[in-house]
T-cell receptor, first 115, second 115 residues
Framework: DAGVTQSPTHLIKTRGQHVTLRCSPISGHKSVSWYQQVLGQGPQFIFQYYEKEERGRGNFPDRFSARQFPNYSSELNVNALLLGDSALYLC??????????????FGPGTRLLVL | AQSVTQPDIHITVSEGASLELRCNYSYGATPYLFWYVQSPGQGLQLLLKYFSGDTLVQGIKGFEAEFKRSQSSFNLRKPSVHWSDAAEYFCAVGAVNTGFQKLVFGTGTRLLVSP
């Protein structure tokens, strides 16, 4: 079975641009979460989506937005890119939205470089 | 708020030697605890998790971890390290009472394996 997939694998953007990252969850999983991992740090929670609705949001500015589609895939959008947005963006999926009793399975990530 | 501390940034172990990676968490009630491994350029793979019950948890690849409430610790161990274990290891705690799934990660410990 395919795991969590993310596209693209790498991306280079310039300051001020916007970017869209994509994630496909494991088949049957309805919850998708996004994390940002800056070099040398642990991942930080950005969003959780379940059944196409935002369930939770981390401490990130409004430049970050996301959505989930009827097939449970998800997009993360970041507007007005800053140098500090350079990071590995990880997507994780789980079966349901139960608070942390469901294991989250992570994709390989999209590495974003902002110049 | 929950937090996780991994006091060792880097650890070097000889191949075949035993390993212990430290993790301390901050949370009042029984936490949901996880260990993930990240190989270079890869996403996160779940090694093991603790929700309740037996405080010694077995995981994949020969890893185990022990939950010690009195010490607020969840240290990861392996009796004999293989060169392929070289990677970054993250301890995480599931944030509760938020209404959504959110993992709080430590800053990670990079494991180097010497021949």
């Amino acid at each position: 079975d395919a795991g969590v997939t993310q596209s693209p694998t790498h991306l280079i953007k310039t300051r001020g641009q916007h970017v869209t990252l994509r994630c496909s969850p494991i088949s049957g999983h309805k919850s998708v979460s996004w994390y940002q991992q800056v070099l040398g740090q642990g991942p930080q929670f950005i969003f959780q989506y379940y059944e196409k609705e935002e369930r939770g949001r981390g401490n990130f500015p409004d430049r970050f937005s996301a959505r989930q589609f009827p097939n449970y895939s998800s997009e993360l959008n970041v507007n007005a890119l800053l140098l500090g947005d350079s990071a590995l963006y990880l997507c994780a999926s789980s079966l349901s939205a139960d608070q942390n009793q469901e294991t989250q399975y992570f994709g390989p990530g999209t590495r974003l470089l902002v110049l | 708020a929950q937090s996780v501390t991994q006091p060792d940034i880097h650890i070097t172990v000889s191949e075949g030697a035993s390993l212990e990676l430290r993790c301390n968490y901050s949370y009042g009630a029984t936490p949901y605890l996880f260990w993930y491994v990240q190989s270079p350029g890869q996403g996160l793979q779940l090694l093991l998790k603790y929700f309740s019950g037996d405080t010694l948890v077995q995981g994949i690849k020969g890893f185990e971890a022990e939950f010690k409430r009195s010490q607020s610790s969840f240290n990861l161990r392996k009796p004999s390290v293989h060169w392929s274990d070289a990677a970054e290891y993250f301890c995480a705690v599931g944030a509760v009472n938020t209404g959504f799934q959110k993992l709080v990660f430590g800053t990670g410990t990079r494991l180097l394996v010497s021949p």
